[in-house]
């Protein structure tokens, strides 16, 4: 585990633990800092009985803090992970893989990684990555993470100009002409 992206974060993670144990999870490991480390350390931690009704259990704590929720069947499972306004990386865990893959499927993320927590996606150079809901912003990695850094212009250019008198042909010809034509596309319809 790394150190968290600033000095004040740990305060954060803090509270979302607090908040959980407070609503009744209880702490597996970890649930403080780590000082003696550095002033940005937080010690891996699993909390159990989280609830949506907890910090854990409905916001992006970004740290190192796994929330276990219990869940009557799979369908719930999947209604619980999906229940948030966040999307930015998830993972499915399991022996068979066609069944986790299944799952994954049905997860509302960006990234969503089976029996990994974000190398796999991260390392797919060649296919997009980035958030989805109120996560991240556009994406990175393969063709749309190239396109999102360039910008769309079109340049065209006549090369003859085909609507005006042609070569030879006075205005009031041309007028005639063009009149004609119209009143024949209005009879066929065009």
């Known amino acids: ?32 800092t780590l000082p003696d480390i550095g002033p940005a350390f937080f010690a891996p931690t699993i909390l159990e009985g989280v609830t949506d009704e907890m910090l854990t259990g409905s916001c992006e704590t970004f740290g190192p803090v796994v929330a276990l929720h219990r869940y009557s069947d799979l369908d719930d499972a999947i209604r619980l992970a999906n229940d948030t306004d966040y999307g930015l990386n998830a993972s499915v865990w399991g022996t068979d893989l066609e069944a986790a893959v299944a799952v994954a499927r049905r997860i509302e993320a960006g990234n ?36 999102k850094y360039t910008d769309c212009q079109n340049v065209a250019v006549l090369k003859k100009q085909v609507m005006g008198p042609q070569p030879g042909q006075d205005y009031a010809a041309y007028a005639k002409q063009t009149r004609m034509s119209l009143k024949v596309m209005r009879r066929l319809g065009l």
Do not use: C, F, W
């Not at 585990?1 to 607090?18: A, F, N, T, W």
């Open 112 to 147: 969503v990684n089976v029996n990994d927590i974000l190398a796999t996606a991260y390392a797919s150079k060649g296919t997009p990555s980035g958030g989805v809901k109120q996560s991240g912003v556009g994406a990175r990695h393969g063709d749309r993470g190239m396109l």
């Open 1 to 32: 585990m790394g150190s968290l992206v600033s000095v004040d974060h740990p305060e954060r993670v803090r509270s979302h633990v607090d908040d959980a144990v407070a609503k009744g999870a209880t702490v597996l490991t970890g649930g403080h």
